[in-house]
């Protein structure tokens, strides 16, 4: 039986309240009767496009203070000086994972908060982080476990939660197969594999580890309920849905690093095109390693060692855009 020892109704500060999980999370949150604080941006989403009469519709239920979290004088002087908080959960990270903005979200910004919610009497951090950071090839990987060893060591209550891959994440070639065009595959399709977990699920999950002792001071690899599928079986069933002959064609995920070569070359003459490169080798980096475990021992990725939660499959998330129930949010970084 589960031990909810810690439970009870507190006082929490959410980061990345605007994103799809977290909006997922304060809605958990509020739920449970939680009393919940959210950090927006005055225009916040892709693009600035969520206004602030917006955001309070879609936190509903939970305050808003609208600053900007790199501001440190901001979160001094309107969030830890005029508010008191049991916990911080931060669903906050980078929105492309470029390298300056890796650093100053999925790094500083989470810093400066641990340091002055650690100075105001917080005493618990549940952080979503990734599990594509068990192999850090990239800079916001590196940004994120850097951050991750501070709130380790920062002697506060904590949980390091590693999702898989997000439903939205999977989803991008609905709409172009759907037309009539081609599923995409990397290779045979087969290269990665993943078990998929809902914003909703995830939300649960996060939720759990504020009461759950047995989620707490640990590091949480976590996907939704097995097995894990690949992207063929993704591309298998989307046909089956829609009824039609599966039509597939395939890309070289070498194509990736290829591009990312050439943007690391014209970078040095524009210095933009550098920040691009890391796209680029964000995107090999998708296409050819699995969002599983990893088995430290033998270098590979191992299914049966994923934890899994809730009851949503992406399956089932796949039938509910395919007939128009439901759609899908936009991410701002998308293979296709």
């Not at 994120?144 to 999702?163: A, D, H, M």
Request: glycine share 8%.
């Amino acid at each position: 039986m589960t031990d909810f020892s810690t439970s009870g109704v507190r006082r929490i500060l959410v980061l990345g309240g605007t994103g799809t999980i977290g909006r997922a999370v304060v809605a958990t949150l509020v739920k449970r009767g939680h009393e919940v604080v959210c950090i927006a941006r005055p225009k916040a989403g892709s693009g600035g496009k969520l206004t602030q009469e917006k955001i309070a519709r879609l936190l509903a239920g939970a305050k808003v203070l609208f600053g900007d979290v790199t501001n440190t004088t901001f979160l001094t002087e309107q969030v830890f000086c005029e508010q008191q908080f049991d916990a911080v959960v931060s669903c906050l990270a980078s929105r492309t994972g470029e390298p300056k903005d890796a650093w100053a979200i999925d790094y500083q910004a989470h810093a400066d908060v641990l340091s002055l919610a650690k100075e105001s009497g917080v005493t618990q951090v549940v952080l979503l982080s990734a599990i594509c950071v068990q192999k850090p090839r990239l800079v916001f990987q590196h940004a994120k476990l850097k951050f991750e060893k501070e709130l380790v060591e920062s002697g506060l209550t904590y949980s390091i939660v590693r999702p898989t891959a997000y439903f939205k994440s999977l989803v991008g070639q609905v709409d172009r197969v759907k037309k009539g065009q081609p599923f995409l595959l990397f290779g045979d399709g087969k290269l990665t594999a993943c078990k998929p977990i809902s914003d909703a699920d995830l939300a649960e999950y996060m939720a759990d580890c504020l009461e759950d002792v047995s989620l707490q001071n640990k590091i949480l690899p976590i996907g939704g309920p097995g097995p894990a599928i690949t992207l063929l079986d993704q591309g298998e069933y989307l046909f089956k849905i829609l009824d039609r002959k599966p039509c597939f064609k395939s890309v070289p995920a070498s194509l990736l690093s290829w591009v990312a070569s050439i943007l690391d070359g014209l970078g040095k003459i524009v210095p933009p095109l550098a920040a691009k490169a890391e796209l680029a080798r964000i995107g090999h980096y998708y296409a050819t390693e699995s969002m599983l475990v990893l088995n430290s021992e033998t270098g590979l990725y191992d299914a049966d060692a994923t934890p899994e939660t809730g009851s949503d499959t992406l399956f089932e998330y796949l039938q509910r855009l395919v007939d128009g129930s439901e759609t899908a949010d936009r991410v701002d970084y998308d293979l296709f």
